[in-house]
């Protein structure tokens, strides 16, 4: 089988070092990651005449679409038009990320949990309704802002600053409509559902590391680092997330007119009485989770998302991980808000045992020199028989790795650890 990876981040060289093990790989525009496992095209994500050409001349079997935008902008749609098989929903199923006011919609038909929120297109309107919010409270950007358009505020002043830096273009079209959210109190979970838009199958549960810094100190960013699995998750939370979340949702969707193929992320917050409340839905594969979720999961998941791009029967069964995976992110200096960019890499020269390196914001400069081309640069997945195991790889790897400035945090996966530690 010949399979097209659709994106240039570290999801899709994780995406690449999955099918390269039984098919042949192509990816478009891919990364200097990407083209050690396949064959790089160079074609951006927003040229859909380009890439069905490029299918068709390549004979490629399956497209598989990675990022958010190319979703959102009807990529599936066009490629589906023209008579090729691709894993990915349409731009009309994808706005269960896309427009975040929409995802709060689909939710309240469908009776999933999740915070109470308002939704606001003028200033003055959502400045009035702010006061009157307890605290601490959330501000989002509807649209797509990369992972970065959701500000937890500890105070009133604070959410009118947010509201107010969004709504003047902080983000873009992404902020021209925020959302007033309650904060939810728990632990968070990001959970990956392959769907036929029936059935779901649920990939090894993981929790994502937002802020900056160690301790979950510092800004926002797109995702520091993941782990999995978790021990808080139980077979009967994962039913309970398939009863109460995804299917649903899924049900929703399609009444809506918007069946919805492909992956389904959740982000959960489990609250203290152990339910799952819905932070966000996104409409495809996490990044940096996928690049935990991937190295453990059991499943034939080629094989899965084959059968659901051709509408084939398939049997959803879940499996398990049977070892741990620790992710570390390399933000370049000035991460998120100004990165700074061209500075050269240097590569430990193997890759330690037990460690696997994926490319997120990396490019070839003059004679093969790999240098920073990204806010997030490098992913360092470390795996083990548990997470200590698994971050202390990681985080050797990670420290192998050199680039002026490198910013990465040393403590992914310190909930579990904690726990582990307690027990």
Not at 10 to 36: D, I, K, M
Not at 337 to 357: F, R, Y
Request: hydrophobic fraction near 40%.
């Amino acid at each position: 089988m010949k399979v097209l990876v659709v994106g240039g981040g570290g999801r899709e060289h994780a995406l690449c070092w999955l099918f390269a093990r039984s098919a042949t790989v192509y990816c478009a525009p891919g990364n200097p990651g990407t083209a050690q496992v396949g064959t790089n095209l160079p074609i951006p994500v927003s040229d859909h005449r380009a890439l069905a050409q490029s299918i068709r001349e390549h004979r490629i079997d399956l497209t598989v679409i990675g990022p958010e935008a190319p979703l959102a902008a009807g990529l599936a749609d066009y490629l589906t038009s023209e008579g090729l098989t691709v894993f990915g929903p349409t731009a009309r199923a994808a706005r269960i990320e896309s427009s975040k006011a929409f995802a709060k919609q689909i939710m309240s038909r469908a009776g999933v949990p999740t915070a109470a929120s308002r939704i606001f297109t003028d200033l003055e309107t959502a400045l009035k309704y702010i006061r009157t919010h307890p605290e601490p409270l959330v501000i989002k950007a509807s649209g797509l802002a990369a992972g970065k358009g959701a500000v937890v505020c500890q105070s009133r002043a604070e959410a009118q600053q947010a509201a107010s830096e969004m709504l003047a273009g902080r983000f873009g079209d992404a902020g021209r409509e925020i959302l007033v959210e309650e904060f939810l109190v728990g632990e968070e979970l990001s959970v990956l559902a392959v769907t036929d838009g029936e059935r779901v199958l649920v990939l090894p549960p993981s929790q994502d590391h937002k802020r900056l810094l160690d301790g979950d100190l510092g800004p926002n960013t797109g995702g520091m680092g993941a782990y999995a699995p978790l021990s808080i998750i139980t077979h009967r939370l994962i039913q309970t997330i398939e009863n109460t979340v995804l299917l649903p949702t899924l049900a929703a969707l399609a009444d809506q007119g918007a069946p919805f193929t492909g992956v389904l992320y959740a982000g959960l917050m489990i609250d203290p009485s152990g339910s799952p409340n819905v932070v966000e839905f996104n409409c495809r594969l996490g990044d940096p989770e996928t690049q935990v979720v991937l190295p453990i999961a059991r499943n034939p998941l080629l094989e899965h998302f084959w059968a659901v791009a051709r509408g084939e029967s398939w049997r959803p069964e879940h499996c398990p991980p049977d070892k741990a995976a620790v992710t570390t992110v390399l933000a370049a200096p000035g991460y998120p808000d100004s990165p700074k960019k061209g500075m050269p890499i240097t590569l430990p020269p193997e890759v330690p045992a037990h460690t696997l390196l994926f490319h997120s914001g990396t490019a070839s400069g003059p004679e093969g020199t790999l240098r920073v081309a990204g806010g997030r640069v490098l992913c360092a997945t470390g795996l083990g028989p548990d997470v200590a195991t698994a971050q202390a790889a990681s985080q050797r790897l990670a420290a192998a790795v050199a680039f002026e400035g490198k910013i990465y945090r040393r403590d992914i996966g310190w909930r579990e650890l904690a726990r582990a530690r307690a027990s």
